[in-house]
């Protein structure tokens, strides 16, 4: 089985710390996504990774950073956190070719942040 | 983009009863994945449907793929209080599949 591992399920920090949430998948998958997820506005994501050293930017990239210098790992990172990014965090993986391997993205069990 | 309505946005219902959720994009869809999700925890992957007019079962839920590839139900026989969570409808990126696209979600209830 799948298993993606995001390093934390809860964490407090408080405004302005460089906060680091990092997630291990054990599938060799290429293709790696941080989400974020809030009430009414559903899931969101922030940036995805096709492979080592390579990221593109998602539809809320502002206020983090991505760090891929491993293929099994995928970290997020928020620069400076402020109370806005208190939300559930959700880290997924999957191989490149979805619909052809016919293999879905798999999710870790989320981290829920609290910055105050 | 590519936007999902999902529909109803909660349901309640008594245990025994089915229910349906529906999932409809505007755009032809590609790859259409449902998931579950409990209250504050992670996504649990249901069943992916690629083909117009594919349907898949597991246990008591069903799911289908209109013959357009544009609308997905997902139904669930007898309900039972470990059916409770959201469910969410998620499509692959047109011309991207490095992209993601979910649905707002369907909280979903049900009465012992």
């Known amino acids: 089985d799948v298993k993606v591992t995001q390093s934390s399920r809860y964490l407090v920090k408080r405004t302005g710390e460089k906060v680091f949430l990092e997630c291990v998948q054990d599938m060799d998958h290429e293709n790696m996504f941080w989400y974020r997820q809030d009430p009414g506005l559903g899931l969101r994501l922030i940036y995805f990774?096709?492979?080592?050293?390579?990221?593109e930017k998602g539809d809320i990239p502002e206020g983090y950073s991505v760090s891929r210098e491993k293929k099994e790992r995928f970290s997020l990172i928020l620069e400076s956190a402020s109370t806005n990014q208190t939300s559930m965090y959700l880290c997924a993986s999957s191989p490149p070719d979805r619909l052809y391997s016919n293999q879905p993205q798999h999710f870790g069990d989320g981290t829920r942040l609290s910055i105050l | 983009s590519q936007e999902l309505e999902q529909s109803p946005q909660s349901l309640i219902v008594q245990e025994g009863k089915n229910l349906t959720i529906n999932c409809t994009s505007s755009?032809?869809?590609?790859?259409l994945y449902w998931y579950k999700q409990k209250y504050g925890e992670g996504l649990i992957f249901l069943m992916m449907l690629q083909k117009g007019g594919e349907e898949k079962s597991h246990e008591k839920i069903t799911a289908k793929l209109d013959e357009k590839k544009q609308q997905s139900s997902l139904h669930i026989t007898a309900s039972q209080p470990s059916h409770a969570g959201i469910y969410l409808c998620?499509?692959?990126?047109?011309?991207?599949?490095?992209?993601?696209?979910f649905g707002s979600g369907t909280k979903l209830n049900v009465k012992p």
């Open positions: 998620g499509a692959d990126g047109l011309g991207n599949f490095n992209k993601f696209y």
């Open positions: 755009k032809t869809l590609y790859g």
């Open positions: 990774s096709y492979d080592v050293k390579m990221k």
